[in-house]
């Protein structure tokens, strides 16, 4: 049975606190700007309703947390496993660090996100943003998947400036041909083959049925894949073998 924990009544480590009492089986309303919610959660399923703060699911080890709204900055911050949906936009490095699980947005996200993202053996972490994303998506990336969709954007660039910034592991894949786009000599940016898209098939299969979007019709639009130069130097300092 569900527990309801209303966000105005405690402070984050009270909220914190509520959940882990409940076994991480929550709903949590009225939120507006509580940090570090659910931070380290091991296991659970918790519904927010409202704006959760900074760092929410931070270091995450395995919980479920779907958010009736948007979110601010370090969504998944560091997190290890788990999955966060986010049924609003979030706001910028979201999934720093990020090293396992992964993160639904059904709209947009601001600068920044999935900075230093990283795999280690079978931890492949992943986030899919259904709207578009700020400057420096993907900087440092070590390893785990972006997805990009490029829905609703507005009329706004699927990405801004500089993606891929110093990426010397794993993949982007944009919902765009990209044409206007620049990007850094450390990453190749081609159209994205069959063999690519059956990478992401399974993970735009369930974003899809989340979201109760059509997958065919996202498929129709031309994908663009970004992946790090081979010749990277510094490959080998961030990525295991």
Known sequence: MSTRIIASNYDHAGINRKIREAGGECEITGCLGERFIAAGLGSGHIEIEGTPGNALGA???????????????????????????IHGSIGDAAGYAMRGGRI??????????????????????????????????????????????GLNGG?????????????????????????????????????????????????LSDYCAVFDLDKEEILAAPFTVVVPDSNNPYKQLYVAN
């Not at 230093?116 to 994303?133: A, S």
């Not at 592991?169 to 083959?193: E, Q, Y």
Request: proline share 4%.
């Open 59 to 85: 270091y995450l080890n395995g919980a479920h947390i779907t958010v009736h709204g948007s979110a601010q900055d370090a969504v998944g911050d560091t997190m290890n496993d788990g999955e966060i949906i």
């Open 104 to 149: 639904f947005v059904r709209d947009s996200a601001g600068y920044r996100a999935g900075i230093h993202m990283k795999e280690y053996n079978e931890k492949r972490p992943v986030i899919v943003i259904g709207g578009v994303c700020g400057s420096f998506l993907g900087e440092y990336q070590a390893g785990g998947i972006i997805i990009v969709l």
């Open 155 to 203: 009329g706004r660039p699927i990405v801004s400036n500089f993606p891929g910034t110093g990426m010397h592991g794993g993949m982007m894949f944009l919902r765009s041909d990209c044409r206007g786009i620049r990007f850094p000599k450390n990453v190749t940016a081609r159209p994205a083959s069959d063999c690519d898209m059956e990478k992401i098939d399974g993970t």
